[in-house]
Nanobody
Framework: QVQLVESGGDLVQPGGSLRLSCAAS????????TAWFRQAPGKEREWVSC????????YYADSVQGRFIISRDNAQNTFSLQMNSLKPEDTAVYYC??????????????????WGKGTLVTVSS
């Protein structure tokens, strides 16, 4: 059974750090695009970061560039999002996602095939 499970969401103060993880089961992550999206209260879901299996590059939204780092552990079949210098506007439910089609865009939620259920990150003092 294909499944993605996020972990690591928490309450953190502004300027703090948090690491989110996504564990995959039922398939091998190394074959596919992996991505993080988020949805803040009252807003639409937005793309945060991704790893493209097509070109081997990582990509970041302008809002998190320089603060967040996406990584993947193929041996553990997991991928993570290290979030540093967190801001209140980073508060959201964070979702991990996987795109299985080679030519899909790793930054487009419409191109993702599998999703986790989300983990809540709250940045507040």
């Amino acid at each position: 059974q294909v499944q993605l499970v996020e972990s690591g969401g928490d309450l953190v103060q502004p300027g703090g750090s948090l690491r989110l993880s996504c564990a995959a089961s039922g398939f091998t992550l190394s074959y596919y695009h992996t991505a993080w999206f988020r949805q803040a209260p009252g807003k639409e879901r937005e793309w945060v970061s991704c790893f493209s299996n097509r070109d081997g590059n990582t990509y970041y939204a302008d809002s998190v560039q320089g603060r967040f780092i996406i990584s993947r552990d193929n041996a553990q079949n997991t991928f993570s999002l290290q979030m540093n210098s967190l801001k209140p506007e980073d508060t959201a439910v964070y979702y991990c996602a996987v795109g299985t089609r080679y030519y899909s865009r790793c930054s487009a939620d419409a191109d993702m095939d599998y999703w986790g259920k989300g983990t809540l990150v709250t940045v507040s003092s």
